[in-house]
């Protein structure tokens, strides 16, 4: 059964249609990943499943319940969390605070020192900065602190939009390793990601997205060998 | 490029004028305290007492600016009813001070007194800085900033003369307490005993706001909101409750200020709040808006600067009635930071970034 179900979105800014009618569908266990290039609206679906946009049309279910009835801090609740594009920390607050702020939703302390032991494992460099003000970080750090953040209310499954961006190829790399062992701990993951390679190295089945509509899908070997794709975003004649 | 040199003129002719304004300040501030301290006017008794003074006063002044400092760090507005909120916390507390002076309470149990007047105050505030929220702020969230302000200018209006439509314009003269008559004496020098309790009230209300801000789930959640709403939200946070339970926090400071001020001029009425409010407005730009320590730091910096100011820096300049320009005194602080300082003293640069 797939956990998260979009069907026919159309999302608006305004007068803008940024989703035209899309389709995702996403099963336990899955990294799904979402391509596309710039302005396509990979941002934008995102924000709609979050709750932080509301479609104007279509239905976007969690587990079978419809969730646009929720407002984007109770979707968090039902247990998706989000790392949002470029980041998003709390300049202000410390590394521990950003963690804290990321397990709001979450009352059991045991719960929560549970949980930011496996961030402290997945990323041992924010238990070094932990007392450390987020706006300090390097982006590479910044990105692990908003994933590790993202980890904290433990979702079920956890979107991410553009971890790669700005990064040097090591650290995405070892962003991307982070991203496999998160889902290999049981998260579904959806990835957005306009380095389509890496994206398609890791992920399971992708969408590819093109002004606001679904143009591909298929499993990610499949998608990597598509002529379509390896012109557009994989860079390939 | 043809009007260039007008611009040129023009530009030059501004910047003149703010030089010599920043020179004239500094040669008044110089002069001035150099012939006071030459003439050897003021006993150092004297000095004390504006300092000790300023301090009570500014420390009222930080209180309130702490509402102004959050409201703005979250929602970028200013709420301009705030002056009012203060001034409801000051009628609130009249009445319960009233009534337990009459049944002889306040005499018998002076702290308990005082404690249930600021909290009664407190909660009179809160109450009504909640409506205000929710009548005339939150239908306009999302309007251009221009809007808001216009609705908290309104709203200021609107209390200001409910309160007055209710208690008419005069003035109410607070009980007197016995036990705050007087003075103590440290090292032989006495001290208005109104002054310090005054001061120790404010710097307690003070160190308990600021540990909920710095130390509690919700404290820490008000700064992430304050940074980035939807990132906030995107972590369980609800950010409207968030924004109720600073402007509930924030009154409830103005409302315990608000009895405070009364306890030192013993009166209140509908205009009390006017003054202190745009005197806390001006310690929360002194201290860079939006910034928690420094609305503390600008309210006794300001406090101290007011009271101190007009003997040190007026006298002996041949001004007549130094104290009369003691107002003068804070919105030409006021006008300084804007044109000079717009971050304030703690305040990050941001200004010159928008
Ligand atoms: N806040 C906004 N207001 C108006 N249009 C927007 C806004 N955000 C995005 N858009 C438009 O919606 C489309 C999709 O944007 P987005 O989802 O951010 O794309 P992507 O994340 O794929 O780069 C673009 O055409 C963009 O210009
Ligand atoms: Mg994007």
Redesign the pocket.
């Known amino acids: 059964m797939s956990i998260l179900n979009i069907e026919n979105v159309h999302t608006y800014?305004?007068n803008?249609h940024?989703l035209k009618g899309i389709n995702i569908n996403i099963e336990k266990g899955e990294i799904v990943t979402l391509i596309?290039?710039?302005?396509?609206?990979?941002?934008?679906?995102l924000r709609t499943i979050s709750g932080l946009l509301k479609p104007r049309e279509g239905s976007v279910s969690l587990n079978g319940e419809d969730i646009l009835k929720y407002q984007a801090h109770e979707i968090v609740y039902k247990g998706i969390s989000m790392v949002p594009?470029g980041r998003g920390v709390f300049a202000r607050l410390t590394v521990l605070e950003n963690l804290e702020m990321g397990a709001f939703s979450r009352n059991s302390k045991e719960e929560v020192t549970r949980n930011m032991n496996r961030v402290f494992t997945l990323f041992p460099r924010l238990k070094e900065r932990r007392t450390q003000v987020a706006g300090t970080l390097s982006g590479g750090e910044q990105q692990m602190l908003a994933t590790g953040r993202g980890l904290m209310s433990n979702p079920t499954i956890l979107l991410m939009?553009e971890p790669s961006m700005g990064l040097a190829p090591v650290l995405v790399e070892l962003i991307f390793d982070t991203i496999q062992q998160i889902n290999k701990e049981g998260t579904t993951i959806m990835l957005?990601e306009q380095n389509a390679l890496m994206a398609l190295t890791i992920a399971d089945r992708g969408y590819v997205?093109q002004t606001?509509e679904i143009i591909l899908s298929d499993t990610a070997e499949n998608l990597k060998k598509n002529p379509t794709v390896q012109k557009a975003y994989l860079g390939m004649e | 490029m043809r009007t260039s040199f007008g611009e040129r003129l023009l530009d030059l002719a501004v910047n003149g004028f703010l030089w010599g304004f920043r020179i004239l300040i500094v040669v008044i501030v110089v002069l001035g305290t150099f012939l006071t301290i030459r003439a050897g006017k003021y006993t150092s008794e004297q000095w004390i007492d504006f300092v000790v003074f300023g301090i009570s006063q500014g420390s009222i002044y930080a209180l309130i600016a702490l509402g102004y400092t959050m409201v703005y760090g979250i929602l970028r507005m200013i709420n301009f009813a705030h002056g009012e909120i203060f001034m409801s916390g000051a009628f609130g507390g009249y009445f319960i001070a009233t009534w337990l002076t009459g049944i002889g309470f306040m005499d018998k149990y002076p702290v308990f007194g005082l404690i249930i007047s600021m909290m009664f105050g407190m909660l009179v505030s809160t109450l009504i800085a909640l409506l205000v929220e929710r009548i005339a702020y939150r239908p306009l969230r999302g309007a251009p900033r221009l809007v808001p302000l216009i609705s908290a200018i309104g709203a200021s209006f609107f209390l200001q003369y409910t309160f007055r439509g209710f208690f008419g314009p005069g003035v109410y003269a607070y009980p007197s307490m016995k036990a705050l008559d007087g003075e103590w004496i440290f090292f032989g020098i006495g001290i208005l005993k109104v002054q310090i309790v005054v001061t120790i009230a404010a710097v307690v209300m003070m160190s308990i706001l600021y540990s909920i801000v710095m130390f509690t789930k919700i404290g820490k959640a008000m700064r992430a909101v304050s940074e980035n709403k939807d990132v906030a939200a995107l972590m369980g946070i609800d950010v409207n409750r968030i924004i109720v339970t600073t402007f509930a926090l924030g009154a409830a400071m103005a409302g315990a200020a608000g009895v405070l001020y009364a306890l030192t001029y013993r009166q209140v009425n509908f205009f009390t709040g006017f003054t202190p409010g745009i005197k806390a407005f001006t310690a929360a730009v002194l201290g860079g808006i939006g910034n928690i320590p420094g609305a503390m730091v600008g309210g006794l910096v300001l406090g101290i600067v007011e009271s101190v100011g007009p003997a040190l820096f007026l006298d002996s300049i041949g001004i007549p009635r130094p104290y009369q320009l003691k107002d003068a005194i804070a919105y030409i602080m006021l006008v300084m930071i804007l044109l000079f300082r717009p971050s304030g003293i703690l305040g990050e640069r941001v200004s010159k970034k928008a």
């Open positions: 800014y305004g803008i940024a596309g290039g710039n302005g396509a609206g990979k941002t934008t679906t594009e939009d957005v997205l606001g």
